[in-house]
Nanobody, 112 residues
Framework: QVQVAESGGGSVQPGGSLTLSCRTSGYTYVNYCLAWFRQAPGKEREWVANEDESAEAVQGRFTGSLGDAKNTLALQMNSLKPEDTAMYFC???????????WGQGTQVTVSS
């Protein structure tokens, strides 16, 4: 059974950078895919990035990267904006079958 845990959130000023880390257990035993999502207060959850692509809202600023062991997914966030403030979640799921396992989230706050 895959478990997911996030880390790396924090508070930064606009224009700053953060790197989030998603670590899974059990990932190597099954064909799972990983992705980052985020949800800001009063807004719907949105997909952010995986190791291959990123959402339009963060393109050119956020980059996902899969670790060599395939059980970690980092999210490098550069040029952060206040509108990036959200709870960021890592999610795992059987590839092609949706995301079903979620971490607890890590808070990212961008403010002056």
């Amino acid at each position: 059974q895959v478990q997911v845990a996030e880390s790396g959130g924090g508070s930064v000023q606009p224009g700053g950078s953060l790197t989030l880390s998603c670590r899974t257990s059990g990932y190597t035993y099954v064909n799972y895919c990983l992705a980052w999502f985020r949800q800001a207060p009063g807004k719907e959850r949105e997909w952010v990035a995986n190791e291959d692509e990123s959402a339009e809202a963060v393109q050119g600023r956020f980059t996902g990267s899969l670790g060599d062991a395939k059980n970690t997914l980092a999210l490098q966030m550069n040029s952060l904006k206040p509108e990036d403030t959200a709870m960021y979640f890592c999610a795992a799921g059987r590839c092609g079958d949706g995301y079903t396992i979620w971490g607890q989230g890590t808070q990212v706050t961008v403010s002056s």
